[in-house]
Nanobody
Framework: QVQLVESGGGLVQAGGSLRLSCTAT????????MAWFRQAPGKEREFVGG????????SYADFVKGRFTISRDNIKNTVYLQMNSLKPEDTAVYSC????????????????????WGQGTQVTVSS
């Protein structure tokens, strides 16, 4: 089993940047595909970006393409989400997720396929 702890959220003005981190403990993260999801008040949780266990493949939701970048450091058991050009509509609780994967280069995008979740970190973008 793996535990996930996020950090890096906060308050930023529109157009600014934040970097979220998610550190996995308990088992090596290199056996897990990982992703970031977000949930705004009154809305369903949605996929933001995902990365394969090898780090060679990534995928993004259309609303963040060109602005957000997901990466991972399997030595540090950490996945990152670099968020640039933030907009007020990016305001949400961002959660890290992990799931076992037998595929080195497969990105998993469905929320129900993830078995492990962090507690979430609040990102607030002011206009």
């Amino acid at each position: 089993q793996v535990q996930l702890v996020e950090s890096g959220g906060g308050l930023v003005q529109a157009g600014g940047s934040l970097r979220l981190s998610c550190t996995a403990t308990g088992r090596t993260s290199s056996t897990y595909a990982m992703a970031w999801f977000r949930q705004a008040p009154g809305k369903e949780r949605e996929f933001v970006g995902g990365i394969s266990r090898s780090g060679m493949s990534s995928s993004y939701a259309d609303f963040v393409k060109g602005r957000f970048t997901i990466s991972r450091d399997n030595i540090k058991n950490t996945v990152y989400l670099q968020m640039n050009s933030l907009k007020p509509e990016d305001t949400a609780v961002y959660s890290c997720a992990a799931t076992e994967s037998t595929f080195f280069s497969r990105v998993i995008v469905r929320v129900n396929d993830y078995h492990y979740w962090g507690q979430g970190t609040q990102v607030t973008v002011s206009s």
